[in-house]
């Protein structure tokens, strides 16, 4: 495994076609799990680059993004850019971003797990919603999770 600083988990086997297939649903206006298509800017190219991503809100109302493959591409645009667009059909919704300290990941990445544990769970090292808290705070350094305004 990388350490937290570079963990990312490129996509394999079968992942690139079912991540074409995800990412077209939400261009077409189809949420599947509150998923929507996230676009942000290139770090490098400044062009638009989009992905699919399951948005988290809390019920206080609150917007997160995790990212559970780690240090992805989107995730280092994101940095460097601070804002994006999630798309969901037609519908824009521009947002800035804050990327939370690892001690507050937990229980947002426990909220995450509840909601998509069956889709993403294979990228938690072995976690799942039922995790200790010190057994999220372990793995928080390689999840990077943002605050969307």
Sequence with gaps: MNDAATRYIRPT???????????????LGISYANSRLLAVRGRTSGEWRTT?????????????????????????????????????GRKVETFTATELPDAEKIPVLRAYLERWGWEVGRWFE????????????????????????
Aim: positive net charge; proline residues 8%; aromatic residues 6%.
């Design 126 to 149: 072995g976690l799942t919603k039922d995790a200790t808290d010190a057994e999220l705070a372990a793995i928080a350094p390689g999840f990077p999770v943002f605050t969307l305004h």
């Design 52 to 88: 699919m991503v399951n948005l988290l809100v809390t019920p206080d109302g609150t917007r997160y993004l995790v990212a559970p493959r780690g240090r992805t591409h989107w995730v280092r645009n994101l940095r460097v850019a601070g804002s994006g667009e999630l798309r969901l």
């Design 13 to 27: 086997g079968l992942d690139p076609i079912m991540n074409r297939i995800a990412n077209t649903l939400p261009k």
